[in-house]
């Protein structure tokens, strides 16, 4: 068992591919905790925020953010994961009660869950003018096979990508985490082939994660017959920037008759993080503070 959330990366010594491991067993739980998701939206919504926190491995600057968003035509409807630079990412998904019977047993029907009508899309927001943003269509809703689809599509990077859940029977999880592994430009076809064949045989991500003490132990499985050196490690943590202020600013916007509508009947006022489900309540008198430091339009 692999007991923290980080991630590492890893390029081969003649630069043909560059990898990244990460387990996110811990945050996916909190993520399930906070969303109070079945178990195949957790398997859902921790591939998504696993792929995402991933791919904003990539960020370089304090406010760079990556937002992977992923819409189906499946009950659990939009799923989406915001990440920073620093490893810390959110996570939140429409439906988080739905559900469908497993495909086999141990086997999710995510792809079932999430839909296979629907994109995948990436925000990239680097504090440019306008942030970068890529869709591909799903093709199975699974989300790392959309993924792969989508490096291939939007960034012309062939890639192997793996992301699992492994739910326990309490709808805990039971461990979580995800590989990318990306072909550079000219990368030879014998190292791939030797990767891939080492990806086969470990197994599905989620239970190597299970079965290994290190992600430096999985990665030498994955690398097996490749020299290769390690260039990052960082910690990753389920983490949402939201607080009473930022949620405040929503209820400015409301008028005071919508205001007082509502505060009829408690006196309070209580609005949800879709991100992380924290509720944060405000008196009429508190609403009122927050009205007049705002610039009335
Ligand atoms: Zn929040």
Redesign the pocket.
């Known amino acids: 068992m692999i007991k923290s959330d980080y991630l590492i990366k890893a390029v081969d010594n003649d630069k043909q591919v560059r990898i990244i491991l990460a387990s996110t067993t811990g945050l996916v739980e909190e993520a399930h905790r906070r969303h109070h998701t079945s178990a195949t939206a957790s398997a859902a919504l921790g591939r998504v925020l696993t792929a995402a926190l991933m791919m904003g491995s990539d960020l370089k600057g304090e406010e760079d953010a990556l937002t992977l968003r992923v819409n189906g035509d499946g009950p659990a409807g939009s799923i989406v994961a915001t990440v920073d630079s620093t490893g810390k990412g959110?996570a939140l998904i429409s439906a988080p009660q739905a559900d469908l019977p497993p495909q086999a047993p141990g086997k999710l029907d995510v792809g079932g869950l999430v839909g296979k009508n629907g994109y995948l899309e990436i925000i990239t927001d680097l504090g440019l003018r306008q942030p970068f943003t890529g869709r591909v269509n799903l093709i199975s809703g699974e989300i790392a096979e959309d993924l792969a689809q989508y490096y291939i599509q939007s960034e012309q990077i062939p890639s192997l990508v793996s992301l699992g859940v492994l739910v326990d029977r309490d709808l805990s999880i039971k461990s979580a985490g995800g590989l990318i592994i990306q072909a550079m430009p000219g990368a030879r076809d014998d190292i791939l082939e030797t990767m891939e064949n080492n990806v086969k045989n470990m197994g599905p991500i989620s239970e190597a994660i299970h079965n290994s003490e290190s992600l430096e132990e999985l990665l030498d499985r994955v690398m097996n017959g490749v020299p290769y050196h390690q260039v990052e490690e960082r910690e990753l943590a389920f983490n949402?920037?939201?607080s009473s202020e930022r949620l405040g600013v929503i209820l400015s916007g409301l008028s005071d008759e919508e205001i007082a509508d509502i505060c009829e009947e408690t006196g309070r006022l209580e609005v949800t993080?879709?991100?992380?489900?924290?509720a944060y309540t405000f008196s009429r008198d508190e609403i009122e503070v927050i009205k007049n430091k705002k610039p009335r339009i």
């Open positions: 959110r949402c920037k939201c993080c879709n991100f992380c489900n924290q």
